[in-house]
Every structure is written in structure tokens, then in C-alpha cells.
């Protein structure tokens, strides 16, 4: 999942003395993985997750078919012999604990909620990898793109919804959520009292359609009920008064520069039901 503010990182206590800059740095969490290439040189990062390569989960998964990979098993993180690792709440917690162990620091980072929370990971990871100049660089590229997908202030909101394989949709407090309200889709999952990341049923869904459904990816030959709800035929029936654009899950759990490539789907898809939708329809 998309991986606070102050509390963004509770890493082992190791000292408090300054340490090096990191040489070689270990990912456990597929968030971090797309923050780690963008602020160090490949030759530094001695390990991405497996989940980086994979290309519906990861936005990075083309440059990480060239990068060294874990499983997240002890052995494998202590064989590289890395002086940091970055670790998510949702990593292994024997593989925390076995570091621990042995001495290897390590860095636990929370999930973001916000765009703030995001921006604030991206400075404190920067930091500990002695990389400031490159983490503000992108900060500054994320807040220059949030600027420019913003809805212009003469247009109204469209009403829009997520939904992914499983019915699952995002909610506004999540950073989709916040990214959909910046370029001006209202998000219609806060109608059913979804909040963060639940299943929207397909009933509820189609009982007062969005203008614009934001469709997740399926696998090839999506053989699973969960994958084949996303182009069921009563969404197929609503398309005259509902666009449906894509919006794959590699752009819904994480935030960092992912959020750059989720504002350009979400404008493209606002912008593209601008043009095609009935003159007049505004729900």
C-alpha cells in the first residue's frame, strides 16, 4: 500500500554520533524503492524489493530489471553487508529483528496520508542518506507538478471514483484521495463513507455513477471474479454518461514521484471527460 509528518521514521537507536553517508543501501519497501533511485547513483543501492520489477505494482519496474533485488530474508539483507536499510511497517518483521541483532542500522518509515507527510519522508530519507540537495530537488519537482495539475479556478469539479480490481477504491483521506481533490475530481467514495483504502460494491457504484471511473489494470487473461468486476457489464452500459479512464495500481499506494505520474493520469482523465461528456452533465 500507498507507504506522518514528525513521527515519519522510528529507526533503531545506533549511536548519536554522526554517521558516514551510506554506500550501500538496502530497500524493504517498494515506496521507498522509487525514492531511493531518484536521490542516489545506482552504484549505492545495494538492493531494491522484488516487488520494484514488477511492472503492476512498481512505476520503477523497467530501471529495477537492472538493479540487485532481495526477498526480504535475513540472510540475503545480512550477506550484502549494507550500512543502511529502509524498512517499511509492513516489512518482515524477523528480518527487522534479526538486523537488529547483528548490528545493521536500519530506518523504519511510516505510510504517508497526506501530500505533506510525503514531501517530509522524501527530506527526512534525503537526509539520511546525505543526499539533501537531491531531496529538495524532488520536492520541488512533486510541488511544481501539484501547481500545475490544479484545477483552474473558472471550470467546476467533475465527480469521479477508483475502482480497482476487488471493487476497491480509494477514499479522500488517502493521497490519492488529496491528489484527486487538487485537479478537481470529486471524489465520490466519501458518499459510501469509505475514508482510506476499502471495496466500493458494484451496486453502490452504479446506483449514482461518477462522471468519471477511474479503472484499474488487470492481468493478462484476468481469470479472477475480483480482476473481471472492473469491466463488468453494467459499467460497459454506463459509458455514455460515465468516462472511464485508466488509472493502474502502480499509481494508487505510493506516493514520493509517484505522485507525479498519478497527476498526469488524473488530469488527463479530467481533461479527457471535459471534451467528451454531455454538454450540461454535472453530478
Excluded at 527487522?96 to 517530509?120: C, H, K, M, Q, Y
Aim: net charge neutral; charged share 20%; aromatic share 4%.
Amino acid at each position: 500500500m500507498i507507504l506522518a509528518g514528525a513521527a515519519l521514521c522510528t529507526g533503531t537507536a545506533i549511536g548519536a554520533t554522526a554517521t558516514p553517508e551510506p554506500m550501500r543501501i538496502v530497500s524493504l519497501n517498494l515506496c521507498v524503492d522509487s525514492i531511493l533511485v531518484e536521490l542516489v547513483p545506482p552504484s549505492r543501492i545495494a538492493a531494491l524489493t522484488h516487488y520494484s520489477r514488477d511492472p503492476y505494482r512498481s512505476t520503477i519496474s523497467g530501471l529495477a530489471q537492472k538493479l540487485p533485488i532481495t526477498y526480504e530474508t535475513a540472510e540475503e539483507v545480512v550477506a550484502l553487508k549494507p550500512d543502511l536499510v529502509l524498512a517499511g511497517r509492513h516489512s518482515a518483521i524477523a528480518t527487522r529483528n534479526a538486523l537488529r541483532r547483528v548490528g545493521i542500522r536500519f530506518e523504519l518509515l511510516e505510510v504517508p496520508d497526506t501530500v505533506a507527510e510525503s514531501l517530509a519522508q522524501i527530506r527526512r530519507i534525503a537526509t539520511l542518506l546525505g543526499r539533501g540537495p537531491q531531496g529538495e530537488a524532488l520536492v520541488a519537482r512533486i510541488e511544481d507538478a501539484l501547481r500545475a495539475a490544479r484545477l483552474p479556478s473558472n471550470q467546476p469539479a467533475l465527480t469521479a471514483g477508483i475502482y480497482q480490481p476487488g471493487g476497491l477504491t480509494a477514499g479522500p483521506a488517502t493521497v490519492t484521495g488529496e491528489l484527486m481533490g487538487i485537479v478537481g475530481l470529486q471524489n465520490v467514495a466519501e458518499r459510501y463513507g469509505v475514508r482510506s483504502y476499502s471495496p466500493l460494491s458494484l451496486e453502490q457504484l452504479i446506483s449514482a455513477p461518477p462522471q468519471v471511473l477511474l479503472v484499474g489494470e488487470t492481468s493478462n487473461g484476468a481469470p479472477m471474479q475480483a480482476e473481471r468486476i472492473i469491466h463488468h457489464r453494467a459499467l460497459r452500459a454506463l459509458q455514455l454518461q460515465m468516462r472511464q479512464e485508466s488509472f493502474p495500481a502502480r499509481l494508487l499506494y505510493c506516493a514520493g514521484p509517484t505522485i507525479i505520474d498519478a497527476l498526469d493520469a488524473l488530469v488527463a482523465a479530467r481533461d479527457d471527460a471535459r471534451r467528451t461528456l454531455p454538454p450540461g452533465d454535472g453530478r
